[in-house]
């Protein structure tokens, strides 16, 4: 199969397709080749790796097959998942990568429409040319095979051997001839790599996690259409706090208003979905000094500077609505520092534009933030990339507005504008400042989608 493979990417080449999008469109060619070819490894009778006949729900085995109930509806449809697979095909094929081992929530989100719950465990998702294995600890049962579309789903034990999701990857990639196996360097651990090496040393190991994150930087329609939502509802949080607001009510009573909000919105809009990671942040006085400052039991006083967070989960994929919010009233030291936040989020949202870079966004804020002389309260950049990613998985670093990201928008690209002031406690106007707005980048411009009014004339709000 290797060698099949690596002619017929020289074919590809030869034959003068130059980029990833007409490379991807011959990717089905290549592996019909490789399912009928007697050296390819396809779908025919031939098993692929070592792995052949598994027993079923014999909990004392190393691997088996736990094919219980019946598949679920996907958050996305087989056309979509199909599409990604095609094209990070087409990148193995152009990078020379003979399979791939994804690991990371993210990428195996992003593949399997499947966001496991790690505790501990490790899970992974296997590529070639021809064929799709979904690796996962008997402890999920026959979850992940009724959530997989595409491909097939291989049960390990963790209870009578150690290391039997290494014996899986060894069983079906080892002895093939396979010479190079992309790994997510960003996400494998440096005794999850040892283990890796000793299960298949002869593959030549290199990294597939930041050209996979660059795949999944422009999105989908479909993709698009659930990041909508998500902003949607979003918003619908926002609303439920403004709703509960009242001098005493302690933060984590706010969050949980937003929280409960959203999450009961995304089951009735997702009924065949899973629920999962919805969550509010609410930051009073102090505590808004910090973008990922967690819940406290601090009561809202009047007066008060807050940060308003709302972020649901829809299959793993994250949205957010972040607004400043003072409690009756605001002093004029706040609201000068307010207004001038508000004109830099007002400007940044004119700068989010295909053909611009990310590193000439920041650049341009920067200078606003300088003229008021309060560049050096700047905490972070100027926003980030939405899709299969969270506060802990999935971080899309070359879509994020910074100076040194010299990335250009393009169409399909979905980006927030959330610039933050962070005054320390005991100046005049002490506190973090943040709005945030998630916009889709168009063929012309782009649309925010984020319908939660913002600034001073909006979010001082009156309960006396």
Known sequence: MLKLLASSSRILWEKGL??????????????????????GQGSGPASV??????????????????????????????????????????????????????TSYHNINYYCDFLYTSFGRTY??????????????????GQPWRRTQ????????????????YHAVQAELAGRGLMTLGVEFDDMTLDGFTKLNLAVPDMQKVDIGKPAMRLRM???????????????????????VVEALEEGVPEYELAMQASNTMIR??????????????????????????????????????????????FPMIAGYYTALERTLFLNHASDAHLAIWEINSKVHRRG?????????????????????REHGVLKYIPIGYGHSFGSLCHYYGREADL?????????????????????????????GAGGYRDHDILVVTEDGAEDITGFPVGPEHNIIKKT
């Open 49 to 102: 790796g070592g792995l052949g006949s598994l027993p079923k729900y014999d909990m004392t085995a190393r691997l088996l097959d736990m094919q219980n109930g019946q598949k679920v509806k996907p958050t996305f449809s087989v056309e979509e998942l199909q599409r990604r697979l095609d094209r990070l095909r087409a990148l193995m094929l152009s990078s020379n990568i003979d399979a791939a081992l994804f």
């Open 400 to 428: 994020e507005l910074r100076e040194d990201i010299p990335t250009v928008l393009e169409p399909g690209m979905v980006v927030s504008m959330e610039p933050m002031i962070s005054i320390p406690e005991g100046m005049p």
């Open 124 to 141: 992974g998702l296997v590529v070639t040319m021809d064929k799709v294995l979904f690796l996962s600890p008997a402890v999920d049962g």
């Open 150 to 165: 595409i491909g097939e789903n291989v049960v390990y034990t963790d209870v009578w051997q150690r290391d039997n999701f």
């Open 349 to 369: 949202l004119e700068l989010i534009r295909p053909g611009a870079r990310c590193c000439d966004i920041a650049a341009e804020l920067n200078e606003i933030y």
């Open 218 to 240: 422009k999105k989908s329609d479909e993709e698009i259409a659930l990041i909508r939502e998500g902003a949607r509802i979003a918003d619908l949080g926002g609303w439920a």
């Open 265 to 310: 919105e995304v089951a009735r809009a997702y009924p065949h979905g899973e629920l999962m990671n919805t969550w509010a942040w609410i930051q009073s006085g102090i505590n808004t000094d910090g973008g990922h400052n967690p819940l406290t039991s601090r009561r809202v006083r009047n007066g008060d500077i807050m940060s308003l967070n709302t």
């Open 18 to 39: 130059p980029n990833l999008q007409r490379l991807t469109a011959a990717v089905p060619i290549v592996i019909a080749r490789c399912q009928h070819s007697p050296t």
